[in-house]
């Protein structure tokens, strides 16, 4: 079983689009996948709640208990970790659950100062684990024809952590399907969104191996 965090201690940052996202397009690919919701607003569980025939499972874990809970349940092959904004408990038990941390980060020098924090949590977590947890950042929310993205990226190599080649752009289909509790893979399998969270999750699939 491997657990992937999506985590940014800032709100907006597109964590939910993407954990969401993300979770289903592993599952379209064959996967047994469980979507945990950390976040006390319970976002991903409103996601989840619009569909009544909801393929995703999500559970709601939003106590400092992730690591330890994660233990008691069905074994999947993947876990998709929804973290909690402006909770470092919660953020340090996801982290400690994880195989992998995603950090969605906006296009914006205001989300790369606001993940300093967050860089330094997982930093440590690799170096207890000799190296075994894997973090990359994603851009989010990119803007298609903007030289922003490549900057952003750029910025955040002084993290010392890789920058995935995957982007999340910003599009309309994310928030509308999002409100019908369902994801772009599912209203447009074959549209231009669809296939850059088809390269997002095969990007960490490979990390993963």
């Known amino acids: 079983m491997k657990v992937i965090a999506v985590l940014n201690q800032k709100g907006g940052s597109g964590k939910t689009t993407i954990a969401t996202h993300l979770a289903r397009a592993l599952q379209i690919g064959g996967a047994d996948v469980l979507l945990v919701d950390s976040d006390p607003q319970g ?14 499972p999500v559970v709601g874990i939003d106590r400092p208990t992730i690591e330890r809970d994660l233990k008691s349940l069905v074994r999947k092959d993947f876990v998709v970790i929804d973290g909690a904004p402006q909770a470092a408990d919660l953020a340090v038990s996801a982290i400690k659950a994880a195989h992998f941390i995603l950090i969605p980060v906006q296009p914006s020098p205001y989300d790369i100062w606001a993940t300093a924090d967050l860089v330094d949590l997982v930093k440590q ?12 950042f994603i ?20 993290y010392d952590l890789p920058v995935l080649e995957s982007r999340i752009t910003q599009r ?32 960490i699939k490979r990390l993963l191996i």
């Not at 977590?125 to 990359?136: N, Q």
């Open 43 to 56: 976002s991903a569980r409103d996601w989840a709640a619009v569909r009544e025939d909801q393929p995703v």
């Open 125 to 136: 977590r690799i170096e207890v684990t000799d190296g075994k947890l894997k973090a990359a």
């Open 172 to 203: 309309v289909s994310y928030p509308s399907t999002a409100a019908a509790g369902t994801t772009v893979n599912d209203a447009d399998p074959d549209g231009d969104a669809a296939r850059e969270v088809l390269a997002l999750a095969n990007e």
């Open 139 to 158: 851009v989010s929310r990119a803007i298609k024809g903007t030289k922003i993205s490549a900057e952003i990226a750029e910025a955040l190599s002084g």
